[in-house]
Structure formats: C-alpha cells, structure tokens
C-alpha cells in the first residue's frame, strides 16, 4: 500500500513542475495580452498617430507618445554614449592591466554598482548630482561651447543630461562584466603570439582582443540598451517629468517609464488610462525586440568563439 | 603598416594604461560618493522612533516609518511564498524533466525575457489584472509583482545549480526504488541546498529594492498595514513620494529609508556572494 501511493505521486510531480514553467512562458504572453486589451481604447482612438503626436492634455483628452519616446531615446543615448567607451577601458583595466587581486576588488567594486536599488540613484541623482550638476558642470559646459544647441537655457541640474549620466552609471556594471568575459575569452595564445611579435598591451587589445570580442561587446552593448530604455525610477528622479521635446540637453522632459510613474495613480479617465498602457506596450515591445536581437547575438557569437554553452 | 618609434608606441601605451585605471578609478569613486551620501545623510535620520512610529505630518517631530518597514517586510516575506514554490518547480521541471526538449528552450528563452522585462510593465502588468478588476490597491497585488519578478531569477537559477548534481546521485536513489520526486526533493535538493539558497537571496535582494512595480499595485498608506486588501505602506514607495514633498523632515525620512533599504540590499548581496566563493574553494 505504502509504495504504492508514492509511485503514484510521480506522475503529479512532473505535470506540477511543468505547470510552474509554463507559468513562465504563460506570463510573458499574459502580459503582452493584457497590455493590448488594456490599451485598446487608446488605440483605437488615436490610431498609428499616437506615436507622432506631441499632445499630452489629459484636460482634453489629446494624448501621443511622442515626447516620452524622444526623453526615453535621448537619455538612453547620452547613457550608452557616455557607458560604452568607459566600459570598455575598465573591462581592458580588468583584464590586461591590473594585477589580479585588484582586478578581483575592483571588479566587485563595480559590480555592486549593480546592486544598488534604482531608487538610490535617484534619491542621490535628485539631491546630490543634479545639484552638482547646475553649480559645476552645467556652466561650464555652457561657457566652453556657447551658443552649442545642446548645452542651452538656465542650469537647473534636473533634465536630459542629468538623467543619461546616472543611467550610464546603472548600465556600466552590465556592459563591463559581459565585456570582461567577452576579453577572457581570448584565447591566451593568440595573446601570448602577439606580445612575442614586440607588441605592447595597447596593441594586442586593439589588433587582437577587440577584434577578436567585438561582437561579444556589441552583444553586450545591447543588454545595457535594453536595462537603459526601461530604467523607471532614476530617471522620473531626475528628468524634471514635463511632456516637451526640447533641443537642449539641460531641459526638463520625460521617458515613458518616468510618464508612467508619474501619471499611472492619476489617471482617472478610460481614455487617459488606456494612453499609459499604450505607452507600457511601446515600451515592453521595443525591450522584448531588443533582448531577442541581444540572446541572437550572444549566442552566435559565443558559438563561432567555440565557448560551451 | 605605419612604423612608429618604440618611444611612441611605448607612450601610446602608456596613455591607455593611464586611461584605462582612471576610468576604473571613477567607476569606484561614483560607487563611494554615492554609497557616502546614502549613509550619511540617512544615519542622522535614523533613531528609535524611525523604527516605532507612525509617519507624522511635516512640521512635527518624532515622525517614523515603522508601518512602512513592517508593509515591506510583510509584501517581501509574500513574495516569496509566491515566487520561490513556483520558480524552483520551474528551475526543476527545467534541469530534471524538460532539459534539452523544444518546450524547455521556449521557457528558458521567456524566462531570459521576463527577467530583462522592466519592472514598471510588470507593475502595469498587475495593475490591470488585479487592480482594475477588484477595484482597489492592495498589498497582495504587489506582492504578486514582486514575485513575478523572482519567478525567472529563481528558476533559472535553481535549474543550472540543479543541472550541477552528479546524475550518478539520481541514478542511486532511482536503483533503490526511491520515486523521482523523493529522489529530487531529499536527495538532489539537498545535494545542490546552497546554490538554491544564494538563488533564492540573489532573487530576495533583487525585489527588496524595487520601487515601479509597487507605485501602482500596493500603493502606499499612512497606516499600519491590517489588511492585504487596501493600500500598504512599504519603504520604497514612501522614498519617491517624500522626496518629491517640499518637507525637509520628510525628506530626511526619505534619506532614512534609502539607507535601510540600500544597507538590506547590499548586506543581501554581498552575503550571497561570500556563500558563493566560501563554497567555490
């Protein structure tokens, strides 16, 4: 009777562990699902145009996406500009230059910058940076180049340039560590070829490892753009949270996860409800497009540098 | 090729290397200035009432965040009832059943999605499916939030510590008459319990801090939290809406709270890392 009861319990435990993962797989197009139902009436009010329009009066119900897509594609771009190049040279620190000890703590050094919780960074971001910011840098950014487009209107601190420095400060940690592998990846003796030839380290990381790695650093590249454009805290902190498209860097605007931390519990009307879904949507689509082009890329270029997956 | 002198190939080089240990030298100078700031300003914040007190109204004295530090406790500790169960099922479908099958590449691939999903559309995600339809805020919806959060981190964590296990170990049990879940839950369990265990914190750690997916799911409250049927207060949403008030008082509550917060998910982090390497050597 005894073993009986428990072989028949076999049967339950696999349909029971296949049921939780495929909750995985279910929420995922449950999200998707609901994020289009949700914004059904806003879609069909507003049709493609959502996407062109700049409007966003919730008095009279005219909204459009495209002042939050511009902030979003904004600071997200300063975030890589500034990123990427750092990442890059203290992933070579990491792995051509610092002794391993150090190596190994600074390493962990950066990956905490991981770890800190996004609104940290924006707790630090509006009281400390942005301020920073207008007294110090902003100023003189506007004195070395007057009359630059970018670099126009009064230092406030809070703006586009404000929030692209602290998401390339949150992205870093992601495109170093995946780059750093991407260079240990190298395999020593092409390295040890190199430097046998005469060559100094700047020359073996430029003629053979980032040759070698660069599309494993590209890949990365697209997991930072991809934490970036969804960033929601740090940004509504420090962005200044106003629907405006403005050419200067020190103006205030929004990203879509910033409009919908902001505006989401204030949203009384259908309609207006209906708008920040359709904005969730845009957003969840281009990160879901972004990670499938990432893994893609991964994955080929770890397959044509022969690492085990 | 361009030939160079030896003098300023070396030079080249040496600018690099001298870049190369600036930028990493920011990269930790950001990490102190930050980290100096939220314990500075939130130690003088931090007191006895900050533990035991209601949040009192700006202008007077002796407020605390008492009901928000027992709100996130309480959604965190629901979280993971929710969360781990399901995703180290999943993590065991994954390595023990499903491994190289077309079904478990289509789960490992949205479980890859989910966890780079950003966390306001999963707040999103929960407000229309459990806000919207029963009418109001609640703690539980944020604590479901925050577990869908975890379900991937954990699944696919418990599955690579899973896949770790010798098979011989499988094999034994399984000779023995030993039925598969007996064999996975006491035997293979066991064998991988600190992998699973720094999972399950990593994915704790990760949560704890999160702000977006509980603005519009638990909201927040002045209250103590009674019921996980209205709105609960929680640390990280009290953060955003007292930093962005005009109050000073508030504001150094604020600071309070970053450093609690920041000091749980750091300590979090760095524990499971040292489990990591004291196990790896």
């Not at chain 1, 997991?223 to 106003?242: C, D, K, P, S, W």
């Not at chain 2, 418990?158 to 023995?176: G, T, Y």
Request: charged share 10%; proline share 5%.
């Amino acid at each position: 009777m005894q073993t009986k009861t428990q072989t028949n319990l076999d049967p339950a435990f696999r349909w029971l562990t296949l049921a939780s993962g495929l909750a995985v797989l279910l929420l995922v197009g449950g999200i998707l699902y609901t994020l289009v139902i949700g914004a059904m009436p806003s879609l069909k009010h507003f049709g493609f145009g959502f996407l062109a329009s700049q409007a966003w009066d919730p008095a009279f119900m005219e909204f459009g996406a495209l002042s939050s897509v511009y902030g979003t594609l904004v600071s997200t771009a300063i975030g890589m500009l500034i990123a990427v190049p750092l990442s890059l040279v203290i992933a070579l620190f990491l792995v051509e230059i610092a002794p391993p000890v150090v190596s190994r703590l600074v390493g962990g050094a950066i990956e905490l910058l991981a770890a800190i919780p996004s609104i940290i960074y924006g707790m630090w971001g509006l009281f400390v940076f942005a301020p920073f910011l207008a007294d110090y840098v902003q100023p003189w950014l506007a004195a070395v180049a007057p009359g630059f487009p970018l670099f126009q209107g009064p230092p406030m601190g809070i703006g586009m340039l404000s929030a692209g420095i602290i998401l390339a400060l949150m992205i870093l940690p992601f495109i170093t560590s995946v780059t750093r592998d991407v260079f240990q990846m190298v395999p020593a003796v092409v390295k040890e070829s190199a430097y046998g030839m005469g060559s100094t380290t700047w020359e073996v990381t430029r003629k053979v490892t980032i040759p070698y790695g660069i599309q494993g650093v590209v890949g990365a590249c697209f997991l930072g753009l991809g934490r970036a454009i969804g960033e929601t805290m740090a940004v509504t902190f420090v962005i200044g949270n106003r629907h405006e498209i403005s050419a200067s860097l020190f103006a205030a605007g929004n990203s879509i996860a910033s409009t919908l931390a902001n505006e989401f519990t204030e949203a009384s009307d259908d309609l207006y409800l209906a708008a920040l879904i359709e904005l969730g949507l845009v957003l969840f689509v281009v990160t879901l497009v972004l990670q499938v082009v990432a893994r893609w890329w991964l994955r080929r270029t770890a397959r044509k540098m022969g690492a085990v997956r | 090729m361009k030939h160079r002198s030896l003098f300023a190939r070396r030079s080249i080089d040496m600018a690099i290397r001298v870049l190369s240990s600036l930028a990493a030298l920011i990269g930790i100078a950001m990490l102190g200035w930050i980290l100096g700031t939220v314990i500075l300003k939130g130690y003088s914040a931090i007191n006895w009432e900050f533990f035991t007190e209601l949040p009192a109204p700006p202008g007077m004295p002796e407020g605390g965040l008492a009901n928000a530090i027992i709100g996130t406790l309480l959604i965190t500790i629901m979280a993971v009832l929710i969360g781990v169960p399901i995703g180290l099922a999943a993590g065991v479908w994954l390595a023990e059943f499903g491994q190289q099958s077309k079904t478990a590449e289509a789960i490992r691939f949205a479980a890859n999605l989910l966890m780079g999903t950003p966390s306001i559309i999963i707040g999103v995600f929960v407000y229309v499916v459990m806000v919207m339809t029963t009418g109001n805020f609640s703690g539980t919806a944020g604590a479901v939030s925050l577990a869908i959060i975890m379900l991937p981190i954990v699944a696919r964590t418990a599955e690579d510590m899973l896949a770790l296990v010798p098979s011989a170990l499988r094999e034994a049990a399984l000779a023995l008459g030993v039925p598969r879940w007996k064999a996975t839950l006491g035997i293979v369990f066991r064998a991988a319990r600190t992998g699973l265990l720094t999972g399950t914190l990593l994915a704790i750690a990760r949560v704890s801090g999160e702000t977006a997916p509980l603005l519009f799911t638990a909201l927040n409250s002045p209250f103590w939290p009674e019921s996980f049927n209205e709105p609960t207060a929680n640390l990280t949403v009290t953060i955003f809406n007292y930093a962005m008030s005009p109050y000073d008082d508030w504001q150094t509550l604020a600071w309070g709270a970053s450093l609690l917060i920041a000091a749980s998910v750091l300590g979090t982090t760095i524990m499971t890392r040292g489990i990591l390497w004291y196990r790896s050597r």
